[in-house]
């Protein structure tokens, strides 16, 4: 069973400070994917990285797919009240690449 | 992105009984997908349904417990069958993207069993 932990499970900052989730596991990923959902929705999709070693930017988020594909983190900076939400990370299974595998989840609070 | 509806968007049930729930895509699209998540956890992958032919189920679920109809390009069911408070959490149904690996999600349906 491949399974994807995140770190830290939950997390509440000031408005303007920075954090990393990561999200780690022991299993090789085709892509690995970050989703963050609010209350009452589904997951909204955030970035797809497909490349080990890859670094992709959004806006004041920064994805990065580690370079053996069994690892990804998620940097914030200047966090705002917006940011908060539930954030998971998502693998591709190799073979069945439209299945995902979601990790353990990343609860995000930012205050003013 | 296909956008995805839900009904209904939540229920309370009684033990014992079943609950249908339905999710519309406003596109056609191969792949449906349909996970349960506890209130404020991870999701976790029931089956997948492809029009045509029958649902795959993931280990642990079964399609006597959750059985699942795909009659078309655009539409999809998934039954909550003999239901316990364990049934109890969010159903979401999602759908393949044009690219390889991306999904899109309806807004869930929070089943709760008493």
């Known amino acids: 069973t491949q399974l994807l932990e995140q770190s830290p499970q939950f997390l509440s900052i000031q408005e303007g400070e920075n954090l990393t989730v990561y999200c780690n596991s022991s299993s090789v990923f085709s892509s690995l994917q970050w989703y963050r959902q609010e209350p009452g929705e589904g997951p909204v999709l955030l970035v797809t990285?497909?490349?080990?070693?890859e670094v992709k930017k959004l806006k004041r988020l920064t994805f990065q797919f580690g370079d053996a594909r069994k690892d990804s983190s998620l940097h914030i900076t200047a966090a705002q009240p917006g940011d908060t939400g539930l954030y998971l990370c998502?693998?591709?299974?190799?073979?069945?690449?439209?299945?995902?595998?979601f990790g353990t989840g990343t609860r995000l609070q930012v205050t003013l | 992105s296909a956008v995805i509806s839900q009904k209904p968007s939540r229920d309370i049930c009684q033990r014992g009984t079943s609950l249908t729930i339905q999710c519309q895509v406003d596109?056609?699209?191969?792949?449906m997908f349909w996970y349960r998540q506890q209130p404020g956890q991870s999701l976790t992958l029931i089956a997948t349904a492809n029009q045509g032919s029958e649902a795959t189920y993931e280990s642990g679920f079964v399609i006597d417990k959750f059985p699942i109809s795909r009659p078309n390009l655009t539409f999809s069911t998934l039954t909550v069958s003999n239901m316990s408070p364990e049934d109890s959490s969010i159903y979401l149904c999602s759908t393949k993207g044009q690219g390889n690996y991306e999904q899109y999600f309806g807004p869930g349906t929070r089943l709760t069993v008493t």
């Open positions: 596109s056609q699209v191969t792949m």
């Open positions: 998502a693998g591709g299974r190799y073979g069945t690449a439209s299945k995902l595998t």
């Open positions: 990285v497909v490349t080990g070693g």
